[in-house]
């Protein structure tokens, strides 16, 4: 078990699978991995990622962070850590394609090997996907498959649901789907609202999402769990 306080509001949650304290610094050696970020709002979960990366918990440098919004407030938290802020506006695309493909576009003008989408609220389609096989890493609020799509945190309170959570997966191109790298389960109190819900799930997506990055890198690799037991 481990806790994570964002507010008085915190409580216990239970992250799968726990990996060691020095499980990337032993499979994330050499090179850094090339990360392109695509997101559409506040940016928590970027700067999560890039303050792994600073604290030498994450052997990654971020290439680029791509986002949608003009208005969103990851690209200052970008402009803050010296990170290269690309905009590709999806109201100025007539087709998803469109726009997914000027995303590849920058991705690959940056040299990108992973893609994580962490608050990116579009659909990603074929093109990007056809890309980065297996290289692309979402996170979602809730404990997937239970609840995907873009109210994961509303739904899991109107379902009454006790346990909740957030899992970081490889993406697929059907929505919320994939193969689940990490998962963090957080308890539904009786009085919660989906902001409460959400913020503390929240702290638990910036716990999870650079150890499953290392953890998809190390899988990719050809690591396996099966290893680490014996």
């Not at 239970?14 to 709002?41: E, M, V």
């Not at 970008?78 to 920058?106: F, M």
């Not at 990116?120 to 239970?146: C, G, Y």
């Amino acid at each position: 078990m481990s806790s994570h306080s964002a507010s008085a509001r915190s409580t216990p949650s239970f992250i799968s699978p726990a990996l060691p304290a020095d499980f990337a610094a032993r499979h994330l050696k050499g090179s850094p991995l090339k990360l392109g970020i695509l997101a559409s709002g506040n940016g928590t979960n970027f700067e999560a990622v890039q303050e792994a990366i600073a604290a030498n918990k994450l052997n990654a440098k971020i290439q680029v962070l791509i986002y949608n919004n003009p208005g969103a407030k990851v690209a200052a938290r970008a402009e803050k850590w010296g990170i290269p802020a690309i905009l590709h506006n999806h109201r100025d695309y007539k087709r998803r394609e469109d726009l997914d493909t000027e995303i590849v576009k920058t991705l690959r003008q940056y040299d990108v090997e992973w893609v994580v989408m962490a608050g990116w609220m579009r659909i990603l389609t074929q093109v990007v996907f056809d890309a980065f096989p297996e290289k692309i890493i979402n996170i979602h609020p809730s404990l997937l498959p239970s609840f995907p799509g873009a109210h994961g945190v509303e739904d899991a309170l109107k379902a009454g649901v006790k346990i909740t959570g957030c899992t970081v997966h490889i993406a697929r191109l059907e929505v919320d789907s994939g193969p689940i790298l990490m998962q963090a389960a957080v308890p539904v109190l009786p009085d919660d609202t989906p902001e409460t819900l959400h913020e503390r799930i929240q702290v638990q997506e910036h716990q999870i999402l650079p150890q499953a990055i290392a953890l998809a890198a190390a899988l990719s690799a050809g690591w396996s769990p099966l290893a680490e037991q014996q």
